[in-house]
């Protein structure tokens, strides 16, 4: 990667904010290239797959450096996708606000203008928000575990099960599988043919026996009548008076959406390329969604998609074929520990579940030692250490033989020195267990979580938990050390788990966080009950927007028609009206430099010229449409054509249609925004040596300090 020569002379700022965001536009869109990041004093190298990955790899000990890693960390942490949408919108917006005031533009208009400008794109892209509603009616319950079975779903994988149940994955020889290609299903049943215009050398996370490529800003969304429905049910164009304030707007009808209304369409829309992930995601829906139903005895109860009871297992050096759901928590022993579950597997067990560290030391938080009071375990260290040690070890077994406890679960860490005694008396201990994995355990099985083992009683013990081997032969999770896969489950339980496999050890951080990104897609889109369509839809119209805002005076008619800038200032009317279209065009490059970006990382352009003239081209047909909205539905519409077609092919193609979450590609734009603003402001405080701008007023020729 070449370095990036910053002018002293300028915002340093906002050119270090250009320089970070240049390292990780491979990381926008379907099509991603991983990056080797080197360090240069050790020689040390990772492989990093996405923006979160590549940040937390860089050096980024600078104000400005900080500032970029905390809005990148808050998307990630919140949403968990539209981290590489915010870096790109940063570095670009960074570039275009330098452009401005090498332009001589006013820090306060440019902020007053960028502000409000993207406040007008967000109201205008409500339009392409498509509704998500039913996507669970088309689920017969009568085929539900052909269905999940079809999604490498199942109930317990690799087990010496009747193999008549038809819900088990058999195992299969490591040579077999390898042998043999990874059989894959498509997340619907529509027929779904490569589109040509993008032709991608490498497809990330797609699957290897199915024909689908990756969909991007080209590769648009056919009509698909078995899913939608011409009807309009949501935004702004809900009710009359909304869709009279558009026609009065815009001299036209408003455009309508279609509406989703199956899971399959959904999972496809949202996958973004990656199908594999998105189909471990399906299954977790659909396998939930089967519990849920089940426990609570009817079909017709909603449904929501409970994210924190999902978790993954990572099993590195396992060919892909093995990634799978699961009902239950899946997790990873040690050999010694795991020769305990021949006696224990095939039988209810009765659990306890521990809060805390299960040591001879632990302490909750807030314990205060009392002065004049000596607890138990003090009064054993006036013993040797190993003599007290062993005290409470015995005193540990003597609590989980009183209660019949054959399985403890403990949130923090477990003394080895336990282990070792347990696994002798047929007792099986895992330590580091998630609180969610505890919570669902506890309600499932009757268990209460206790603090310390002192506190077990015949009622804070759980019944009814079956643990079992979730592979017969053992393990290296890359430390070098074998264990063994187990498989911890009991009647009623609402938690799933996604073991994700993968033959390559460097790999497995990036796919466990494709899964995740995924994941949360999916759970945003059924939380919101909308999408936007995706594809580069919704930023093709931000700029089609701001290009008509450009062309508009300011001074022509209320403000709703001079270009929506609501809150426009009488005192700053006059110098917005001198800048409004450079402000505007500022903006608008983030718009063309995503567009550009995905293009070039995914489609048979060689330049960025090429994808800016391509785009051009699309933007003058929608500006001389008279309706960017209206443009952009016609075109999803087509089966054969997405939003930017070329012409390379007349064919009919049956592209799935492309989804993008609403309320994290929103944020990731206010946050890129704020960012650069931020910065940009502050860099203007350093230079002239205050923080107030003076702007003079034509009304009362003074001075307005802002």
């Known amino acids: 990667m070449a370095r990036r020569v910053i002018n002293k002379k300028r915002h340093l700022g906002l050119q270090q904010l250009s320089a970070f965001a240049d390292t990780g536009r491979t990381f926008l869109g379907p099509v991603k290239s991983s990056k080797f990041i080197i360090d240069e004093e050790s020689h040390e190298s990772v492989v990093v797959g996405s923006t979160v990955r590549l940040l937390e790899s860089l050096d980024l000990s600078s104000a400005v450096g900080q500032l970029l890693s905390e809005a990148v960390q808050a998307q990630h942490n919140t949403y968990r996708t539209g981290a590489s949408t915010l870096l790109l919108l940063v570095g670009a917006w960074s570039s275009a606000v330098e452009e401005c005031l090498h332009l001589g533009v006013p820090v306060s ?18 339009s392409l928000q498509v509704p998500v509603h039913d996507v669970f009616d088309h689920i017969d319950s ?33 040579k077999d599988v390898a042998s043999q290609s990874l059989t894959t299903c498509s997340l619907s049943e529509r027929p779904v043919k490569s589109a ?49 304030q558009w026609t009065s707007r815009h001299g036209a009808a408003a455009p309508q959406a279609d509406r989703c209304g199956d899971l399959g369409e959904l999972a496809v829309g949202l996958s973004h390329g990656d199908h594999s992930s998105m189909r471990l995601v399906e299954g977790a829906v659909r396998l939930q969604h089967q519990n849920t139903s089940v426990c609570q005895g009817s079909w017709t109860m909603p449904f929501t998609f409970d994210i924190s009871r999902v978790f993954t297992c990572c099993l590195p050096g396992l060919p892909e074929a093995f990634s799978c759901v699961c009902p239950g928590y899946v997790t ?26 299960l040591t001879e030391n632990y302490r909750h938080l807030g314990f205060n030692k009392s002065a004049n009071v000596q607890t138990v375990l003090e009064s ?26 054959n399985l403890v679960l403990v ?22 267990v998630n609180g969610s994995v505890m919570q669902a355990f506890a309600e499932a099985s009757g268990a209460v979580q206790v603090s310390y083992i002192t506190q077990v009683s015949d009622n804070s013990v759980g019944r009814g938990v079956s643990v079992t081997f979730w592979r017969s032969s053992p393990l290296d999770v890359g430390d070098g050390i074998s264990r063994m896969a187990i498989l911890l489950k009991t009647e009623g339980i609402n938690l799933v788990t996604v073991v994700l496999t993968d033959p390559v050890t ?51 008619g209320d403000q709703t028609c001079s270009g929506g800038l609501h809150n426009t200032s009488s005192w700053l009317a006059s110098s917005l009206a001198l800048y409004r279209p450079t402000v505007l065009k500022c903006l608008a490059e983030g718009w063309h430099k995503y567009l550009s970006t995905v293009i070039c990382n995914t489609a048979n352009y060689s330049s960025e010229f090429e994808a800016r003239t391509f785009i051009q081209h699309h933007l003058q047909n929608a500006t001389d449409s008279g309706s960017p909205s209206s443009y952009i539905l016609n075109e999803y519409s087509k089966l054969n054509s997405g939003v930017f077609n070329s012409g390379i ?10 989804y993008d979450i609403v309320t994290p590609k929103i944020e990731a734009w206010r946050r890129a925004l704020d960012l650069v603003l931020l910065v940009l402001q502050t860099d203007s405080e350093i230079i002239t040596g205050s923080g107030h701008t003076q702007i003079k007023s034509q009304e009362s020729e003074g001075f307005l300090f802002l």
């Open 332 to 357: 990873v022993v040690s050999m010694f520990s795991a020769t305990v579950l021949e006696d224990l597997q095939n039988q209810p067990l009765g659990v306890v579940l521990i809060e805390g560290d």
């Open 411 to 432: 949130q923090g860490t477990v003394s080895e020195h336990l282990i070792e005694k347990c696994v002798h008396t047929k007792r099986l201990v895992i330590g580091s």
């Open 649 to 658: 092919s007349n064919e009919p193609e049956q592209i799935p249609r492309v």
């Open 142 to 174: 009568t085929k539900i575990f052909s269905e999940l079975e079809s999604l490498n779903v199942s109930l317990c994988p690799f087990l010496q099960i009747a193999s008549d149940t038809g819900l088990i994955l058999k195992e299969r020889d490591l």
């Open 506 to 556: 460097a790999q497995m951080q990036t796919k466990e966080d494709r899964f995740w990104t995924c994941a949360y897609r999916l759970h945003y889109a059924l939380k919101e009950q909308k999408v936007f369509l995706g594809g580069g839809a919704v930023e093709f119209l931000c700029l089609s927007h701001l290009q008509i805002l450009m062309e508009q005076p300011l001074n022509k």
């Open 109 to 126: 208009l440019i902020v007053s203008g960028m502000s409000e400008g993207l406040d007008s794109c967000i109201e205008e892209v409500t």
């Open 196 to 244: 040509k215009l993008f032709r991608p050398q490498a497809t990330v996370g797609a699957d290897k026996n199915t024909s689908q490529t990756p969909k991007t800003l080209r590769n648009s969304l056919p009509a698909d009548s078995r899913c939608r429905q011409s009807v309009l049910t949501h935004s702004r164009h809900c009710n009359r008076e909304a869709s009279d």
């Open 380 to 405: 054993m260290k006036k013993l040797q250490q190993d003599s007290s040690e062993q005290l409470w070890t015995n005193h540990v077994l003597q609590v989980l033989v009183k209660f019949n406890v």
